[in-house]
């Protein structure tokens, strides 16, 4: 969907977790501890999703078709080529810690988040004067700050030999902040 030049992103991304229940010094703790452990991860990601006709110009006239006696009419579209668009892409960031206690009866988790998307795809109508028509290119011109905190408690038991029953609350909070149009 690229030009040669913008063809090809790279975008890594590395995680690791730390299973702090099995420890030396955790023990003595298993009686209502079953599983504790911390977890981080970060990465990039990238976005190809760029609107069709991009990268060749494209110009078509006022069209008429007629379809068993009905008329179609298509409206004018132009687009204008931008060769320079690169891929969108996101800074991800994720650090949790998750748990398990009581006989496993209890879990949760928290979680923080942070996603810092760069180069989003969009038109600079600042930048060009819109009074020749449609004729404005497509850029990477936006950045948007996501970030925030989840969390959830689970309660999973069982009542007698046939009845299991689970008790789940969770919560987000998120924050979102165009930084760049």
Sequence with gaps: KFSKENRWGYFPSAAAAWRISSEPFMKGTSKWLDDLKLRFSYGTAGNNNIPSGQLTQVYEN??????????????????????????????????????????????????YFRELRKNII?????????????????????????QGIDACVNWNDKVGEDFTYNLGFNITFTKNKLRKT
Excluded: C, H, Q
């Design 62 to 111: 006022n069209t008429t078709s007629w379809i068993n006696g009905i008329s179609n009419y298509w409206a004018p579209s132009t687009y204008m080529s931008n060769p320079d668009l690169k891929w969108e892409y996101s800074n991800e960031l994720n650090i949790g810690i998750e748990g398990r206690f009581l006989n496993n009866r209890l879990s949760g988790e928290v979680n």
């Design 122 to 146: 969009g038109i600079n109508s600042a930048k060009y004067a819109t009074i020749g028509g449609n004729f404005i290119p497509s850029e990477n011109i936006g950045e948007v700050l996501n």
